[in-house]
């Protein structure tokens, strides 16, 4: 029996599309499945909790949407027994997708679910923030500031919806990246790098905590990353100009790979970020309001995925 929860409502709506050509797909080879289709935000977390909470048998989920999809189904998921991970990228951003080098015809995507070669026993990340230490896991990435305020604008805008019907969401991220960075204004913080290592920064634009090397619709921030490895990936961006910026997200967005003034690397299973002044935060693209201090750590190896 495969399981799939679907977003029907992810890439302006496209991905309702490529679920009926899928359940089309599945009728015809008469495999049996049962599907849980979202009509809101957070109902992918309790139809993940539904299927795996105490349950000691092999389950198989497979997700149709986007990262925030993804994000949900992990959020939701009780490692109680088995658990395999399938994925039908259908978002507009598609960043998990890119960096497992996924297809992007979904019927070929299926056809992989179904006579699965090989598989991964991916990473996820956890942060915990707010007065009441709240977790989210993540299983791309978790951002801080700039990228977050980028996140937080697309989560209502009409722009994205408008250009996901035409398949070309990826411009709304560019879009509101240049308009975020715009607003932007630096803050002064520090980095404490596995409970030890402590970084001072005086002009933070974001901090990127990185399981996979993109973000953003295929902005490649942390090209050093890999989600097998334990650790966390961080892009630290800290520029005195914001003019500096520019080739290093235009580079980023090309997949280049070099060294920029005011850009850091760093790799840790855990990081506190703290600033003077609450900044927008992310995990896979999803909101988690603006805070002051947030928590990141790795998770190793718990995620199996059909890759």
């Not at 996924?102 to 598989?119: A, E, F, G, Q, V």
């Not at 035409?166 to 630096?186: D, E, H, N, T």
Request: charged share 20%; glycine share 10%; aromatic share 8%.
């Amino acid at each position: 029996m495969y399981y799939f929860i679907v977003n029907p409502n992810a890439s302006g709506g496209r991905s309702n599309k490529i679920w009926k050509r899928i359940e089309r797909q599945l009728n015809h080879l008469e495999i049996s499945y049962q599907a849980f289709v979202t009509e809101k935000p957070g109902d992918a977390i309790v139809y993940a909790a539904r299927l795996t909470e105490g349950c000691k048998e092999p389950r198989v989920i497979i997700t149709v949407g986007g990262d925030g999809t993804v994000n949900e189904v992990l959020d939701g998921l009780a490692f109680c027994g088995p658990v395999t991970l399938g994925y039908i990228p259908a978002g507009s951003g598609n960043d998990l997708a890119r960096s497992l080098k996924l297809s992007r015809r979904p019927s070929r995507c299926l056809r992989k679910i179904l006579s699965p070669k090989y598989y991964k026993l991916l990473d996820y990340g956890v942060i915990s923030y707010g007065e009441k230490m709240e977790h989210r896991r993540f299983m791309v990435s978790a951002g801080m500031g700039m990228d977050g305020a980028v996140c937080h604008s697309l989560a209502c805008s009409r722009m994205k919806q408008v250009l996901n019907r035409f398949r070309m969401g990826k411009l709304s991220y560019w879009a509101a990246g240049i308009c975020q960075l715009v607003r932007a204004y630096p803050v002064k913080g520090y980095l404490l790098l596995d409970g030890a290592q402590k970084v001072e920064l005086n002009h933070i634009y974001f901090v990127s905590a990185h399981i996979h090397a993109y973000e953003g619709g295929g902005f490649k921030f942390a090209p050093a990353a890999d989600p097998c490895d334990g650790r966390l990936t961080l892009c630290v961006v800290h520029h005195s100009g914001k003019l500096g910026l520019i080739p290093f997200l235009v580079s980023s967005l090309l997949g280049h790979q070099k060294k920029y003034r005011g850009v850091r690397s760093y790799q840790c299973r855990e990081v506190e970020i703290h600033t003077e002044r609450p900044m927008p935060v992310h995990v896979d693209g999803e909101s988690c309001m603006s805070q002051k201090a947030v928590h990141l750590r790795c998770i190793q190896g718990k995620v199996r995925m059909i890759v």
